[in-house]
């Protein structure tokens, strides 16, 4: 069932936060993503104090840029006949 458009974003957000270091690796930001089974998390520097926001779209956007990094000439072209 979808949630109707006129309901407040009170009664379907998260109130639970899971924090995320800046100092953390990529993998390990997504570990906890992958864990909870959340798509956002808190990043906090080490006074506790808001740093940021950590997105699964993020860490993805991030793994394609590392996957564009091969050499073009390594890259095995598939043609299509029309």
């Known amino acids: 069932a979808q949630t109707p458009?006129?309901?407040?974003v009170k009664d379907v957000m998260?109130?639970?936060l899971y924090p995320a270091?800046?100092?953390m690796?990529?993998?390990e930001a997504?570990?906890?993503?992958q864990k909870r089974k959340i798509h956002h998390a808190v990043v906090q520097n080490?006074?506790?104090k808001f740093a940021g926001l950590l997105?699964?779209?993020?860490i993805?956007?991030?793994c394609a840029l590392d996957a564009k990094v091969i050499n073009v000439r390594d890259v095995q072209w598939v043609t299509h006949k029309r």
């Open 25 to 27: 690796s990529r993998d």
């Open 21 to 23: 270091a800046p100092e």
């Open 14 to 16: 998260s109130t639970t």
């Open 46 to 48: 080490v006074s506790g």
């Open 60 to 62: 993805a956007r991030e």
């Open 55 to 58: 997105s699964s779209w993020d």
């Open 30 to 33: 997504a570990e906890i993503l």
């Open 5 to 8: 458009l006129e309901t407040p």
